[in-house]
Each structure stands twice: as structure tokens, then as C-alpha cells.
């Protein structure tokens, strides 16, 4: 900031600078006056210039240092109060500039709140007529057809309820209820809903829950195994698909492992990502949303996802659940 400051008032530096040198060259050519004297008094006038520069840069720096470490927010309590005319222009523009970014802002938010719930207004609403349809599915006497109907009942009943989790994963820390929930009642629930689909693909599950209880959030839990499992069915063939848990040193560990096609190792990094999709097996009925959101909801539970996969010989999803203790924070919340 003293450089600057310098750089700032160069030309008053140089104009004192040239005023002394001016009177020792007219004290030098003019012998009648004395050069002692004029030395003496560019001297002090020196030293009382040099005390000058000192208290207006600490009385000038303190607003523009507080300027240049201000985030940029638009909280503007970082900001030391403007004292000198020129500081409250920029003082006066600042706070004006940051107003008018609030209001913007703050019209977005709430034009955002409402495009999100009148989407999960419409999300639910949908939810009945789809409702009605699959009670009328079951009553269909064709299998083939009644099989077919369900599963694309299935397709769209899983896109719903994807892009209402997408809408509310922003607000997830005010939709959390942590509390021990029974992991079989949750697996098989979830199991159900996939049947018509794994029935058509020739998929059975083995389940094996050595570990029944966790302490999470129920639905939000029950939305990132659905997706593992989602995940698991859509790229499986007729083989099973294997669900397990343990328990070690009071922390539980779940098991989502499939045989299916596996995941490129290239793709490994990246299957988290939003909106990725497999480069080597491209399906353009693939949102790339679906592991992203799950991802997403288990940091907020404190769940650690890990993945292993071979191309070919399947994909293991493991969920590690955070030890008791690790839940202090967010039970608070």
C-alpha cells in the first residue's frame, strides 16, 4: 500500500522535489545569498515534508486497505468509514452499486423459490394422474403389455421423483431428520418398486443385512439407494444383484454390487460429475443427474460413497456411514 501511496502522490513529490532543488540552484548562481541557510532550510523543509507524507498515508490508507481486502460481498460492514471528500464518492457509489446488487438479488431468490415451488407443485399434482395409471395398469389382463406399460410407468415415475430431489437438494439442510432407521424395511421397499423392472430383465437380488439399523435422514437415505440401485438394474443383465451390510469399529458399511457392464476406469473420476454420461456407452436417455444428486445428498448425511468397478464384471457402490459421535453437528441443525 506504500508504494501505491507514493505512486499516487508522485506529483507532489516530484513538485516539492523541484522547489528545493530550484532554491539551491538560485542560492548557487546568486552569491549574495547564503548557501548555508538555503541548505539548512531545504533541509527542514525536507524533514517537515517527509512527517507530512507519514500522517497522510496513515490518516488516506485506511479506508482503500479495508477497499482492497473486501471480498466483494455485498455486506459492506468490512469497509472502514469514508472520512475525505473523494472517499465518500466512492463510499456513496459503492453502497449505491450494492443496493441496487441486493435488489437484484434478492427479486432472483425469490423469482427462483417460486419457479421451484410451483415445479413441485406440478411434480405432485402429476404424481396422482401417474397414480391412477399404474392402478389401471394392474388391471390390465395382457402381461406383455401390462409389462411394457409398467415399465415406462417406471421410467417416468423415477424422472419425477429425480428432478423433485434436484429441486430440493439446495434446501437439504432444512429438510433433514436424523434418527436410527431400519435399513431392511428401506432396502426391500426400494427393491419393490423395481420389480415389474427387474422382472422384465431377468434381475434378482440377494440381500444380506448383517447391519439393520443407521442413524440418517429416512427418505433422503432412501433416495441415494434408490439411485444406486437404479444405477445397478439399468446397466445389469440377467444376473443378481447383491446388497450387504456390516458393521465394524460402530461404524456401518452398505453394499450395492452388480454384474453388469461395469464402468470404464476413464469414466471412474467422473461418474459423480453433474450431467456426466459414459463416453464409451453413450445413452441418450440418460440425465447424468441421477449418482450427482446422490453424491450430493450423502455429504449432507456425512456418507462417504466409494466405487469399484471392472468393465465388464460389474460395479460395487460402497455407502460408509458416519460413526455416532460424527452426528453432534448436523443433529444440531
Not at 548557487?28 to 538555503?38: A, E, F, G
Request: one cysteine or more; glycine letters at 4%.
Amino acid at each position: 500500500m506504500l508504494k501505491k501511496f507514493l505512486i499516487e502522490r508522485r506529483s507532489w513529490i516530484l513538485l516539492f522535489l523541484f522547489t528545493q532543488l530550484l532554491l539551491l540552484f538560485i542560492a548557487y548562481i546568486d552569491s549574495s545569498i547564503p548557501i548555508n541557510s538555503i541548505i539548512y532550510i531545504v533541509f527542514l523543509s525536507f524533514m517537515i515534508f517527509m512527517i507530512f507524507l507519514a500522517v497522510r498515508y496513515n490518516k488516506e490508507t485506511p479506508f482503500y486497505k479495508s477497499l482492497k481486502e473486501w471480498d466483494g460481498s455485498l455486506d459492506l460492514s468490512e469497509i472502514d468509514e469514508a472520512e475525505a471528500p473523494f472517499e465518500k464518492i466512492v463510499e456513496h457509489r459503492i453502497k449505491d452499486q450494492t443496493e441496487r446488487q441486493t435488489e437484484i438479488t434478492t427479486a432472483n431468490r425469490i423469482a427462483l423459490e417460486q419457479e421451484r415451488d410451483d415445479l413441485l407443485s406440478w411434480i405432485h399434482e402429476v404424481k396422482t394422474p401417474l397414480t391412477a395409471m399404474h392402478l389401471i395398469i394392474e388391471r390390465l389382463e395382457d402381461d406383455k403389455i401390462k409389462a411394457q406399460l409398467t415399465y415406462e410407468w417406471l421410467r417416468i415415475h423415477l424422472l419425477l421423483d429425480q428432478q423433485l430431489h434436484q429441486k430440493r437438494i439446495s434446501f437439504i439442510e432444512n429438510d433433514l431428520h436424523v434418527e436410527k432407521i431400519a435399513l431392511e424395511p428401506l432396502v426391500f421397499k426400494e427393491i419393490k418398486n423395481l420389480q415389474s423392472w427387474c422382472m422384465q430383465k431377468g434381475i434378482g437380488f440377494e440381500v444380506d443385512l448383517k447391519a439393520d439399523e443407521v442413524l440418517s435422514d429416512e427418505k433422503w437415505l432412501a433416495f441415494i439407494i434408490r439411485q444406486l440401485l437404479t444405477n445397478a438394474v439399468k446397466y445389469s443383465g440377467e444376473s443378481d444383484i447383491i446388497i450387504k451390510s456390516r458393521k465394524d469399529h460402530d461404524q456401518t458399511f452398505l453394499e450395492v454390487q452388480d454384474f453388469g457392464r461395469g464402468i470404464d476406469p476413464k469414466d471412474l473420476p467422473r461418474i459423480f460429475d453433474k450431467g456426466f454420461t459414459s463416453t464409451t456407452h453413450p445413452d441418450r436417455a440418460a440425465t447424468g443427474m441421477g449418482l450427482y444428486l446422490a453424491k450430493k445428498a450423502a455429504e449432507s448425511l456425512l456418507i462417504h460413497i466409494h466405487v469399484k468397478s471392472q468393465p465388464g464384471r460389474g460395479t460395487i457402490f460402497a455407502l460408509t456411514f458416519p460413526k455416532p459421535n460424527e452426528f453432534v453437528n448436523l443433529t444440531r441443525m
